[in-house]
Each structure stands twice: as C-alpha cells, then as structure tokens.
C-alpha cells in the first residue's frame, strides 16, 4: 500500500534523510521512531506530498506521490506535529471549511458529525478554536485528518497534549481506524505505540536502522533462573535441551544460585523443558521465565551504537 525507495532528501549540505526502504502493507499501524532530528517529521512531510524527495520515490496504492500529489492527497489524513488551525473559526466551521477543500460534498453533515463524535468534540463544537486547550486543538487536528474516511493516516504525535483518558480514547480511535486504513505515527511515547502498533521503524541519523515487529524486537532470548544447582549441575542438566544455551552465573542470594540461559527455538517450550530437566535431576527452581526485553530497551540499544559509533 506504501512503498519507498531510496528516499532522500537533503537540505542544503545536510543530509536529513538517507536511502530509506520500506513497504508498508493495508491495515498495518508502523509507529516511526527517532530521536529529534532523526527524519521522522521529513519523511511523513514526503508521504503527504508537502515535501518533494531530493532522490527517490514514494508510491501510495501505487501511485507515485511527486508524479500526482493530489490524487494521493485525496485518500489520506494527515495530522502535521504543527497544525495550521484557524484561531477565529468554531470547531464545526473549521471542519466544514476542511470538507470542503476534501471535496467532500455528499453527506458532508454526517460526515463532520461522525468525526466530531469520533473525537468526542461535542461539548466544544461550536466553541471559537482559540478558547480550546492543547488537548482539543489536537482532537479538532485528528477530526480533519479523518473526517473524509481516508484508507491511508500520517499521525504525527497524536496524543501531544491530551490527558491519559483522553489518550486512552485516542489509541482506541486509531485501532479502530486501522480496521479501515493504514496508519504512521510518530511519537516519542513507548507506551504508545506498544498500545497501539504491530510493527516499529527506527531512524538514527536520517536512515532506517530498525524495521520489524514489536513482538519479534521485545522477544527474549535468555531466561532468568534461581536454583539450588551450582553451575557445574545446571551445566550438566542443559547440555541435554535442544535450544538452551551454557548457563552463565548472575549472583548468589540466599542460597540461591542466579543464571541467565540464552535461548533459541519455541522460548515457551524450552523453557519449560529446562525447568522439567532440573526438577528431574533432584534441583530445585525457585523461580524460572524468559527476560523481558521492552522497546524502550530496544530503542535504547539503537541510540547506544549511535553513540558508540559517535
């Protein structure tokens, strides 16, 4: 549904994004993620046409967005991190003005309605937008970014500013949407996108370092162990178990011994012949499960390199 190849762009001397790849598929939600600077904001700023690659190409539906701007505009939503609101408009004014440069004109009025309840705007629907706080101007940049039933959506922090009851909402309203429409956002929220995405791309210095599921990037790899078995016994009991790695001395606690096991294969089933191996030979478990490795982890790995690399 979303292809790009080589994407580029430079500014001036300053290379902000670097021969990024990616494919993006129908009902996908890819949470974009970077440090500031990173390319994040550039790059949804070219799959919305407002911003041409300086190499590369974006298609859209197969569309190439740089060849037919408007024609991809017309199926997507874009919430901008900055969005150009009109202070002295009502909230029902501005979406009726924003229908009408969709071209929406059959059941415009429902069509307002359903984004205006969808956002739960109603209490503030004919309020002036300048009396709004930051969490219903953002509401008000959600409503027009989906009021015109688009099937692809660029959300660009979407959750900035709004309460945790109102973030709740938001991240149901976006799994929602994504039964219909393929979704990007960018934010700087791991909980967020744990909530809401299937799948992350990471950006470091203007190139994707990272793409692939949630659940393949925070699967564990190692298992945390404590056992009465010196490490010569617990040595003994995993050579025998397809999948467990040499067991490797954390700390001694209590009598207890610590380890951390790598892992490979089915992590639940070997993890479970390790505990059955131990029990059998005589040892005592006092406490087994994989490692929990979360995006935050992840992401912080990626900046180390950068650092490193630095």
């Not at 060849?67 to 029902?92: D, N, R």
């Not at 309605?113 to 959600?142: C, M, N, W």
């Not at 954390?250 to 029990?279: E, F, K, W």
Request: hydrophobic letters at 45%.
């Amino acid at each position: 549904m979303i292809q790009a190849d080589g994407l580029t762009r430079r500014y001036g001397t300053f290379l902000a994004v670097d021969s990024v790849n990616f494919k993006i598929g129908p009902g996908e939600i890819v949470g974009l993620l970077g440090h500031n600077g990173a390319g994040k904001t550039t790059i949804m700023k070219m799959l919305t046409g407002f911003l041409e690659p300086s190499a590369g190409t974006i298609t859209v539906d197969g569309v190439d967005v740089a060849e037919a701007p408007k024609q991809v505009q017309q199926s997507l939503g874009y919430l901008p991190e900055s969005l150009p609101l009109y202070p002295e408009m009502t909230v029902m004014d501005f979406l009726d003005f924003t229908a009408e440069l969709r071209g929406v004109r059959d059941g415009r009025a429902r069509a307002i309605r359903e984004a205006v309840a969808a956002t739960e705007l109603e209490e503030k629907a004919f309020d002036p937008i300048h009396t709004l706080s930051r969490g219903y101007r953002q509401r008000v940049g959600v409503a027009q970014a989906i009021l015109h039933k688009p099937r692809f959506l660029v959300l660009d922090e979407p959750t900035n500013g709004l309460d945790p009851g109102q973030t709740q909402h938001m991240r149901d309203l976006i799994v929602e949407l994504a039964k219909d429409a393929t979704v990007i956002l960018s934010t700087h929220i791991m909980q967020e996108v744990n909530a809401v995405c299937g799948r992350v791309m990471i950006l470091r210095q203007g190139r994707l370092v990272l793409d692939d599921s949630i659940a393949a990037l925070t699967r564990s790899e190692r298992l945390s162990l404590a056992t009465n078995g010196d490490r010569e016994q617990v040595t003994r009991v995993l050579s025998g178990i397809a999948g467990a790695g040499a067991a490797e001395p954390v700390a001694m606690r209590d009598g207890q011994h610590h380890y951390r096991v790598p892992l490979s294969g089915d992590i639940d089933a070997v993890t479970a012949a390790v505990a059955s191996a131990l029990v059998g030979a005589g040892l005592s478990v006092y406490a087994i499960a994989p490692e929990h490795r979360d995006l935050e982890t992840v992401f912080r790995e990626v900046s180390d390199a950068r650092e490193v690399a630095a």
